[in-house]
């Protein structure tokens, strides 16, 4: 399975668990769900392959990173909102840049420019496409300050 197909998944997971008070048991649940709801379509970017326990596996660590480090990734983020608050973005929004911003800023055998660009592929099928510019502006910040340390 791609990795950008787990990151779809990924996407759902993180926006469903926005919503819900108790997550420990949900996401494995969500997971399942959405990676057959995703098989099921016929669409260019899905392999009708099963989805991998290895895919399983990682969103299942970043899930738990991005709740591990959330505070840590909402200051990173909203450190780079200029004149905005992170609370005040989509749900979505606010999904996609708190994956993307953990792998960028925790996961280093995730390349960035892979990250910062299946993001905004992402935000294309799901987000607000004025969201792009500058969600792309905040993670080319986020690899910048990364590269930095």
Do not use: C
Not at 25 to 52: G, Q
Not at 124 to 147: Q, T
């Amino acid at each position: 399975m791609s990795r950008f197909f787990a990151r779809e998944v990924l996407l759902k997971t993180m926006f469903q668990l926005s919503f819900r008070d108790s997550e420990a048991e949900a996401v494995e649940e969500i997971v399942e769900k959405e990676s057959l709801a995703l098989l099921n379509k016929e669409e260019e970017n899905v392999d009708p392959l099963k989805f991998t326990t290895e895919d399983e596996a990682y969103v299942n660590s970043i899930v738990k990173g991005v709740k591990l480090h959330e505070e840590e990734i909402r200051q990173a983020v909203q450190n780079k909102l200029h004149n905005w608050k992170l609370e005040r973005l989509s749900v979505m929004d606010q999904a996609l840049l708190k994956t993307a911003a953990y792998e960028i800023l925790y996961r280093k055998d995730s390349p960035k420019s892979v990250v910062i660009n299946e993001t905004l592929n992402l935000i294309e099928k799901y987000g607000d496409p004025d969201s792009r510019k500058y969600i792309n502006a905040v993670l080319d910040h986020l690899e910048a300050s990364a590269a930095d340390e």
